[in-house]
């Protein structure tokens, strides 16, 4: 999923206008001339039969259009739901495909395009091309598109990705933006996981640990599975400061979550205490 690929897919799945472009103009323009023929039958210079005839082909094909359009926006829903079902069972090589099939035209419904483009910035995140993810998040919030919760998930992405970039001073600054304790505890979590992230990476063992349980209780709380991410990330916190029982213990819960295999292979900072503490024997 290099630069290059992410671009192309973020052009092809630009409407290709407003609202006067695509379906509506052609509904628009034949429910005109269809108002002007029941208005004034005599609109055409065209004999009786086929004054009587052109009102019905006009509404057979604006009932087509209608259907095709119909038929467009089904196939966006479910190519989308396919993806997303991939990145959740982190079935990354089937959610790519998905989603180059579906980001492969245009999707003019602004919510259903970002979250495609959302899910297309996790299997770059996962494939560790962190500036395709991070021109991914920056394309959504310059043009403002989705809505609040779809916005903050690409701050949130975007501030890890700018971490893995090495725009540390960037990354802090916007991660410090979205710190208010005013957020709701789904967000705060989603937060508190990049903190936590950048805690780490910046050798800040001692305000992660702090926190720990106030933030195990928020992860498990609104992460679900995913909790087992910060789980691993408090355990790299603990070892720092040679906390053994604690680190042990946190990679232990993480692991029940959370394969260690797909734990290193989001987050390789954590391939040194992968071999030093025993994973849970089954994990999910």
């Not at 079935?91 to 979250?115: K, V």
């Not at 959302?118 to 395709?132: C, I, P």
């Not at 916007?174 to 050798?203: K, N, S």
């Not at 790299?236 to 604690?246: E, G, K, P």
Request: proline residues 5%.
């Amino acid at each position: 999923m290099d630069l290059h690929t992410v671009n192309d897919l973020i052009r092809t799945s630009e409407p290709a206008g407003r609202f006067w472009r695509g379906p509506t103009l052609i509904l628009m323009g034949l429910s005109v001339l269809l108002g002007a023929l029941w208005a004034d039958p005599g609109f055409l210079p065209v004999g009786r039969t086929l004054a009587f005839l052109l009102p019905q082909c006009l509404l057979v094909a604006i009932l087509a259009v209608m259907l095709w359009d119909l038929r467009r926006q089904r196939r966006t829903g479910r190519l989308l739901e396919e993806a997303m079902e991939a990145v959740h069972l982190q079935d990354w090589p089937r959610a790519e495909a998905t989603l180059r099939e579906l980001l492969g035209s245009p999707i003019r419904r602004p919510m259903l395009r970002t979250q495609s483009l959302l899910a297309l910035a996790a299997v770059a995140e996962s494939e560790r091309k962190y500036e395709s993810s991070q021109a991914i998040c920056e394309y959504i919030l310059r043009s403002g598109l989705g809505n609040p919760l779809q916005r903050h998930t690409a701050e949130v992405a975007l501030g890890a990705a700018m971490l893995r970039n090495g725009q540390t001073t960037d990354a802090v600054a916007l991660i410090d933006r979205l710190r208010p304790e005013a957020l709701p505890e789904v967000l705060r979590a989603q937060v508190e996981l990049l903190c936590l992230f950048r805690e780490v990476t910046m050798g800040h063992a001692e305000e992660s640990t702090n926190r720990a349980d106030q933030r195990r209780e928020l992860f498990r709380a609104n992460l679900g599975t995913r909790a087992g991410y910060g789980y691993a990330l408090q355990a790299a916190a603990f070892d720092r400061l040679q906390q053994v029982d604690a680190a042990r213990q946190y990679w232990h819960d993480a692991t029940l979550l959370v394969s260690p295999q797909d734990l290193l292979k989001r987050f390789p900072e954590l391939s040194g205490i992968a071999g030093r503490y025993p994973a849970a024997e089954y994990p999910f």
